[in-house]
């Protein structure tokens, strides 16, 4: 997956602002400094291992079920009935350019974002909460994406842009899940959990990730059902890593 530098920088800036006062409010004692994050990631990395490893279990909880059985449902049917008419609805090319070009800059400005708040957080206001948020976020954002991989040479799905494509499994593709979902919506899950009580750091950061998504049913690179589960992928990854990273 391509990420390249934001051409945003102003956006980016603002997010990261927005977040970092919020978290100067929220702040410890000094941190000791930005390598005290990092010395965290064997931690967080065995607490991740051990959610994959639960993963079966914790996936037939009724409480999960009651989440997870919607969304199978809904990709079945994206699967079966939506994708491929959908995506055959998009013919326009310089269309699908910009779309795709945009999501690119979306995920820019989430790496961005993270990495400024990480860098804020650590050394400008010295809130380990900031520093915390923004480290963990890039850990989702990894750990979304990987996981996205893994799917992806599993699944072997045409790609939407392809002619004549329908969007068939193990036909030698990557389209399934959507990466830049995965990782939009890792970003955006961990803001949220981090900062429940901040509408405009919760719900502007879903709203980016919503945007990046849906840029890339725009722009041909991925089905309905490809976003879907990219995103519940990368959701889960942020949700869990919010939680189990030590701050």
Same mark, same amino acid.
């Given at each position: ?43 967080? +990395?065995?607490?991740? @291992?051990?959610?994959?490893? *639960? $993963?079966?279990?914790? %996936?037939?909880?009724?409480?999960? !079920? ?63 909460? +900031?520093?915390?948020? @923004?480290?963990?976020?890039? *850990? $989702?954002?990894?750990? %979304?994406?990987?996981?996205?991989? !893994? ?67 725009? @722009? ?28």
């Amino acid at each position: 997956m391509e990420v390249p530098g934001s051409r945003s920088p102003v956006l980016l800036v603002v997010l990261a602002v927005c977040i970092g006062s919020r978290a100067q409010a929220q702040s410890s004692p000094p941190d000791p400094g930005c390598w005290s994050q990092v010395a965290q990631l064997p931690h967080d +990395a065995v607490q991740f @291992g051990h959610g994959v490893v *639960e $993963a079966p279990r914790n %996936a037939i909880r009724p409480r999960n !079920l009651k989440w997870e059985l919607p969304i199978a449902a809904a990709t079945g049917v994206l699967i079966g009935r939506v994708d491929a008419p959908a995506s055959n609805r998009i013919q326009s090319l310089p269309f699908q350019h910009l779309a795709a070009r945009w999501t690119n800059i979306g995920l820019g400005i989430e790496l961005g974002t993270s990495g400024l708040l990480y860098g804020i957080g650590c050394a400008g206001h010295r809130s380990p909460h +900031a520093a915390s948020t @923004g480290f963990t976020a890039l *850990e $989702a954002i990894g750990a %979304a994406n990987g996981i996205a991989a !893994l799917l992806k040479a599993a699944m072997n799905r045409q790609y939407p842009y392809l002619r004549h494509s329908r969007g068939e499994f193990w036909e030698g593709g990557k389209s399934f899940p959507s990466g830049h979902s995965a990782a939009s919506f890792a970003f955006a899950s961990v803001l949220a959990h981090r900062y429940p009580h901040n509408p405009w750091v919760k719900w502007g950061a879903y709203a980016l990730a919503t945007g990046v998504s849906l840029g890339r049913l725009a @722009g041909k690179k991925h089905f309905p059902s490809d976003v879907l589960v990219g995103a519940t992928v990368g959701y889960v990854t942020g949700a869990y890593l919010a939680d189990h990273s030590q701050e």
